[in-house]
């Protein structure tokens, strides 16, 4: 199972970036998927996750700002993300708790973690 994130990048105070991460393997199903952020000397923290039943979940501090989303069909997660400030820029993780398929055919639960994408936002 790997998770790919995509879309970070440099943005103006007041921008917008939408970020993109997508599940690839045997996943025969996902339960949550989600978004994290470690800035620099800090704890990497959540920003937002999604279960599979669409209810989502988002720290305070993104609250009315950003917006996740999936696409089931594609295994992806999204992240919109408005109104940045600098104190959003962080390195973004993408996570996924889902059921895999292994070599065997046996089914496990785990927990995994994209590369992480670069947001960084100028004042």
């Known amino acids: 199972v790997q998770l790919q994130a995509s879309g970070g990048g440099l943005v103006q105070a007041g921008g917008s970036l939408r970020l993109s991460c997508a599940a690839s393997g045997k996943i025969p199903s996902i339960n949550t998927m989600g978004w994290y952020r470690q800035a620099l000397g800090k704890q990497r923290e959540l920003v937002a996750d999604i279960t599979s039943g669409a209810g989502r979940n988002y720290a305070d501090f993104v609250k009315g700002r950003f917006t996740i989303s999936t696409d089931n069909a594609k295994k992806m997660v999204y992240l919109q993300m408005n109104s940045l400030g600098p104190e959003d820029t962080a390195v973004y993780y993408c996570?996924?708790?889902?059921?895999?398929?292994?070599?065997?055919?046996?089914?496990?639960?785990?927990?995994?973690w994209g590369q992480g994408t670069q947001v960084t936002v100028s004042s």
């Open positions: 996570n996924a708790d889902l059921i895999y398929t292994e070599s065997t055919n046996y089914r496990r639960r785990g927990v995994f």
